[in-house]
């Protein structure tokens, strides 16, 4: 009996597999791929990414490609903004995604959107359709616009617009769709509380890590500080630059050989001004984030500002680094400070705590290990999602499968 179909719709390109939203839907449209037959439908933001050759892993039966320009999607923010539709939802907007989702749609048993920023276009349509929230954006928004103050960042602005709209939306959007997933449980509860109706149809699922593509290699000799992020989004700027300026000179102080080594996605300008700091380097985004953070001492994430589980964090434990981080980038994990890793949350004592598992290498070894440990228990790409794909699988089970009574393919619809 032929697999139903689902029809995937991503806003971002999902190759390379870097990043944690494209690593998030990769591993979980890979697990989907051993009960469906896959559809990706992406929006790209390039033309390499338009022309980039399809991958030969088996997940996608069919992908499809459309290309959305930045000036397109900053003209329809610039329009939405009179409005009550979020910016994130408008910034994505593209008549010609439309059009493919209308002629894909009928040929498919199901719908999953990534993010909200797809979601909108499949709100009315009839199929089986499930939502992969993530994060409560507005969760991480309204942090961001009470904890930046007086800031006169543009994204900033941005960000306290956005907040309030965002809140309402994330909450009605829900009503439309038969499940929705989000990353923590922190998040469910900021924007359902006590809301009985929706709590039912939200589902917490953690993210997880690759332990396969990210060996287990602790350094007794390591003395860099490895931080890995898109230094695209604010959040992964504020950490880099945090580092750069006020922790690194302190950790320098006392262990002068010591550098900051920024892995990720990063603007030009950005890079200059965190290379202008003593004792940085910025690779820029790489083809294989182990092998860049390989023989580094300590993994970081000072994380100040925003919400959402911190995939950096599982990495570093995967990878044996040692791990540093705030309260805030350890919401949605059990990992305990002091044993899987250590919590700090201002510039002295996060210093403190780096220079601690630089100069004391066998207990650095003692916590790497524990928290390979723990990713290995608890955050298995696998299982963290299952929960998800049994939910899709049970809805669609109750449902009378178009494909397998037409015998369509996706192509049959295509425009």
């Given at each position: 009996?032929l ?8 806003p971002?390109?999902p190759?390379?597999?870097i ?11 890979k697990v989907?791929a ?10 790209c933001?390039?033309?390499?990414e338009?022309?980039a050759?399809?991958?030969?892993d088996g997940?996608?039966e ?13 003209l329809?923010a ?8 979020p910016?994130?939802?408008a910034y994505?907007?593209?008549?010609e995604?439309?059009?493919?989702i209308e002629?894909l749609?009928p040929a498919h ?10 979601g909108?276009a499949?709100?009315?349509l009839p199929?089986?359709?499930f939502l992969?929230m993530?994060?409560?954006i507005?969760l991480n928004?309204a ?6 103050g007086?800031?006169l960042?543009l ?8 907040a309030?709209r965002?809140e309402?939306?994330?909450r ?6 038969d ?11 900021f924007?359902f509380?006590?809301?009985?109706a929706?709590?039912?149809k ?6 997880g890590?690759?332990?396969g593509?990210?060996?287990?290699r602790f350094e007794h ?5 490895v ?7 604010l959040?992964?700027?504020d950490?880099a630059t ?6 690194l ?7 002068p050989?010591?550098r900051?080594r920024v892995?990720?996605?990063?603007r030009?300008?950005d890079a ?31 994380m100040r500002l925003?919400a959402?589980?911190?995939n950096k964090v599982l ?8 791990t540093?981080t705030t309260?805030?980038g350890l ?5 305990r400070?002091?044993?899987?890793l ?7 004592a996060?210093?403190a ?7 004391d290498r066998?207990?650095?070894q003692a916590m790497?290990?524990?928290g ?5 228990d608890?955050?298995s790409?696998?299982?963290?999602l299952q929960?998800?794909?049994d939910?899709v ?5 109750r449902?009378?499968?178009i ?5 369509q393919s ?5 425009g």
């Open positions: 009996m697999r139903p179909r689902l029809l995937i719709l991503t971002r390109y190759y390379p597999v990043g944690g939203d494209r690593l998030r839907i990769y591993y979980l449209c989907l051993q009960h469906f037959r896959l559809t990706l439908l992406s929006l933001e390039s033309e390499s338009m022309c050759p399809t991958p030969d997940v996608f069919c992908i499809e490609r459309v290309y959305l320009s930045r000036t397109r999607s900053r329809s610039l329009v939405a903004l009179p409005s009550r539709t910016l994130q939802v994505y907007w593209s008549p995604f439309h059009r493919r002629a749609a048993d199901g719908l999953l959107a990534h993010l909200i920023r797809t909108d499949i709100r009315h199929q089986p359709k992969e993530t994060d409560a507005s928004y942090r961001v616009s009470r904890e930046s007086a800031a960042d994204r900033t602005q941005v960000y306290r617009v956005e309030k965002l309402a939306y994330e009605a959007v829900v009503d439309d769709f499940y929705s997933f989000l990353v923590s449980d922190i998040d469910r509860q924007l509380g006590r809301d009985a929706r709590l039912a939200v589902m917490v699922c953690s993210n890590v690759d332990l593509g990210r060996p287990y000799a390591g003395r860099d500080v931080f890995i992020g898109n230094m695209t989004t959040q992964n700027l950490m945090f580092m750069a300026t006020d922790v000179p302190l950790v320098r102080a006392r262990q050989q010591s900051l892995i990720g996605r990063i030009e300008g200059a001004a965190l290379l202008r700091h003593n004792g940085v380097d910025v690779t820029g985004e790489v083809p294989n984030v182990a092998a860049a953070a390989q023989g580094g001492g300590v993994g970081v994430c000072p925003g959402g589980v911190q990495e570093y434990m995967a990878l044996g680094l040692p540093v309260a805030l919401e949605g994990f059990a990992a400070d002091g044993h899987e250590m919590v700090a949350n201002d510039a002295s996060f210093a705590a780096v220079l601690m598992l630089l100069e066998d207990a650095a790497a290990a524990a390979r440990r723990y990713v290995e608890h955050h790409w696998t299982a963290m929960p998800m794909v939910a699988v049970e809805r669609l089970c449902t009378p499968l494909s397998l009574r037409s015998g996706p192509g049959d619809h295509g």
